[in-house]
């Protein structure tokens, strides 16, 4: 017994040492080449591709510097605050434009101000309306990567068969349009029931959500925006995905089940993958409105951590990913568009089928409201589905209760 | 000399049970402690600011949030639903798969598979089965009702999911109901058939009262565990609550305030609320049931 216990103690010994003298070594090397860590969310093979050739190329540049990807499976903010919590989080990672501010905010986040300028870049190459949600405080935290915006995806096939020759351009066209191609199992026009969708109707109409730091909860014309998209569904020629029996939108369309749907671009290489063939759809932009066009723009950022121990190294990573050396591979793939204006001119020449996505970005909103988005998203989907599902048709009394309940 | 052996004696119990008490210490009780702690503050995980005493602040909150409320009535809901139908079932089928059935191994084996399957499994089989064109509702459009959305309509999604919950879990009731008739003395039945009674009168005059300490175990466990739902309600659902708000439990709302709204503190409080409720239950139903367990 003895015996086991002492031969058990010297293991034990000899496996610490080693793991000592791995350590020591290991640290030895460090001077010569350092290593940043890139966090990402767990995303389709295609996006992990992109972001692998992008540090391939990076590696190419900068030879001391080693990158490795850190993919996030599972919910991202959640594992994210636990890796901040253990300061065991990457040096740089991406940052969705909701929840950007809540981690600003805490100072977790680098600014990147300084090192703008230091290694001259500047904001004005990006698409303008893209860094909003990563600017707080007169502070730039984060740039973005890339975006994706709203646009309507329609079948060419029913349109056809319905006598239609072009996408609907005006809201009155949107909701003919949706009557006529509603017939038996297959239903007009389908999108989710929720704020990142129904928004553009506000601004179409001249309505505010956002004004440049706080929400605008009751703003009339939004209301009437709101109004004419949810009695789309009300009339039953606009029905949610899952009210046709289909995991999202994307299935729904691609099933057929419906003639046309408002969703961002990572449709396209969904409907790929289901082997729809590129001219049975048309890509159009969203119609206007009676105050003009507008849409939703998506945006993801990289960002630095601030506990970061390679910062120059980090920015300088960033500065590639989000300049011209990396959004070249955002282009190429077509997954989503550049982030960088002049790359944003390449994407429309590369793919002129999905010239409306680049274009709604000049007018397009971007999916933010500040500190606390998660609860303006709240009030605004909960008070949706009180009007299409419980029947609840003063949208304006709803919401102003909504606020006070969740607001606070 | 004695003495000396003794304390030899507990130092060993001591390290065999050190791994025990490591992880209990630093899985079980210092989260519990940190937990209660947080609930008292402003706290967040990101950032280096240091947690700020709030005093009860946080449990106002939690207590005036109508979303949080909403949750306590629609887990209620949900338990009162599962619970007694989960247990009539489990007990009908333990005592069927207790009598001379044919197969019956075969049949306790399939009714307890379900338990052992993953809830979210579960969860997104029923998701298929429950679609607008999917399994149920096409048998039902033969009987002439209408497809409907079951998940998605907010009168019928917490019915849709308890249906789920129970099927998922009435195989573990049942075999604990099993080894509570396995314990009843064969004489009990024997002399109850002399006197002439039937099957009915046998079940309602000799199972069920010996089988009380069971039906204790199997109400009380079911309902803590009906009251701490998340799986099924987090996959069916999601973190907004499904149609409505109405598959809102509290334990997704716990895991919304944290992680979706970053309240650490918000978050600890509501749990620590949750934990109150299902105590002050488990108490009363204690009370309900009587003391002494035995005959």
Redesign the interface.
């Known amino acids: 017994m003895k015996r086991l216990l002492a031969g058990l103690l010297i293991l034990v010994f000899i496996i610490s040492l080693s793991i000592g003298i791995a350590v020591s070594q290991k640290s030895a090397y460090a001077t010569s080449k350092i290593t940043l860590r890139l966090g990402a969310w767990a995303s389709s093979p295609a996006e992990k591709k992109i972001v692998q050739n992008q540090i391939a190329a990076f590696k190419k540049l900068y030879p001391n510097v080693d990158i490795k990807l850190v993919e996030i499976v599972g ?1 991202y ?2 594992k994210m ?2 890796l ?2 253990s300061k065991t989080e990457p040096d740089i990672f991406y940052m969705d434009s909701m ?1 950007a501010w ?2 600003i905010a ?3 986040l680098e600014p990147l101000d300084y090192w703008m300028k230091k290694y001259n870049v500047k904001t004005i190459g990006y698409e303008s309306s893209l860094l909003q949600p990563f600017i707080y405080k007169g502070k730039v935290y984060g740039l973005p990567k890339d975006y994706n915006t709203l646009v309507l995806f329609y079948n060419k096939e029913m349109f056809k068969q319905a006598g239609l020759t072009r996408p609907p351009r005006t809201w009155q066209e949107l909701k003919d349009y949706a009557k006529k191609l509603t017939t038996g199992k297959v239903v007009g026009l389908t999108m989710n029931l929720e704020l990142a969708r129904i928004q553009p109707f506000a601004y179409q109409n001249g309505g505010k959500v956002f004004d440049s730091s706080k929400p605008v909860f009751t703003d009339p014309k939004a209301l009437e925006g709101f109004k004419f998209a949810l009695d789309l569904f009300k009339e039953g020629i606009c029905k ?1 995905p ?4 289909a995991g999202w939108v994307g299935d729904a369309f691609a099933d057929k089940k419906a003639a046309m749907t408002i969703e961002g671009g990572w449709m396209i290489p969904f409907l790929n993958e289901r082997k729809i063939p590129k001219d049975s759809y048309g890509i159009a932009e969203l119609p206007a409105g009676p105050a003009g066009k507008s849409t939703m723009a998506f945006t993801v950022a990289y960002v630095m951590s601030k506990n970061s121990k390679h910062k120059p190294e980090a920015f300088k990573l960033i500065r590639f990913l989000t300049g011209e050396g990396g959004q070249k591979f955002v282009v190429e793939a077509g997954l989503a568009l550049p982030s960088l204006k002049s790359a944003g001119v390449n994407f429309a020449k590369t793919y002129p089928e999905r010239k409306a996505l680049v274009d709604g970005a000049k007018y397009a909103q971007v999916y933010f409201y500040g500190l606390d988005g ?2 303006v998203v ?1 009030v605004f ?2 008070a949706f ?2 009007y299409v ?2 029947k609840k048709y003063d949208l304006k009394k709803n919401i102003e209760e909504r606020v006070k ?2 607001m ?1 | 000399m004695k003495n000396k052996t003794k304390v030899q004696e507990y130092f060993t119990a001591f390290v065999m049970l050190l791994p025990y008490i490591i992880s209990f210490f630093m899985f079980f009780a210092y989260p519990l402690a940190k937990a209660f702690i947080i609930s008292f503050q402003e706290f ?6 240091p947690p700020k005493f709030v005093g009860l602040l946080n449990y106002k ?1 939690a207590l ?4 949080f409320l909403d949750s306590i009535v629609n887990t209620f809901y949900y338990s009162i639903l599962v619970v007694p139908t989960q247990l009539i079932i489990a007990l009908i089928l333990a005592v069927i798969v207790n009598d001379k059935v044919k197969f019956k191994d075969f049949f306790r084996t399939t009714y307890y598979l379900p338990t052992v399957t993953s809830p979210v499994a579960v969860s997104i089989i029923f998701l298929f089965l429950y ?4 399994l149920v509702n096409q048998i039902l459009s033969h009987i002439g009702i209408t497809p409907r ?1 079951w ?4 009168s019928f999604v917490m019915p849709a999911i308890v249906s789920v919950a129970v099927w998922g879990s009435v195989g573990f009731y049942m075999v604990t109901f099993l080894s509570g008739l396995s314990t009843i003395p064969d004489q009990l039945y024997e002399a109850a058939e002399v006197e002439g009674a039937g099957e009915s009168t046998k079940l309602i005059k000799i199972t069920i009262p010996l089988l009380k300490p069971m039906i204790f175990f199997n109400t009380v466990v079911s309902f803590i565990s009906t009251l701490q739902m998340f799986d099924l309600s987090y996959i069916i659902g999601g973190s ?1 609550g499904g ?3 109405k598959a809102m439990t509290m334990v997704v709302m716990i895991y919304r305030t944290a ?4 309240n650490m503190g918000v978050a600890s409080a509501m749990a620590f609320i949750v934990f109150g409720i299902i105590f002050i239950l488990t108490l009363i139903q204690r009370k309900f049931f009587g003391e002494e367990m035995s005959y």
């Open positions: 919910d903010n959640q605050q636990l901040m919590a929840p809540q981690y805490k100072g977790v949610t899952k009210d046709l029996g998660t609860k709240d989907n909960k589905e009180d599902i419980g309940q969740i606070k | 967040s995980f990101l950032g280096d600011t909150e005036t949030s109508k979303m679609k607008t064109d999917g959305n998940f998605n309509e907010p907004d149609p409505m708000g992680f979706k709204e970053f």
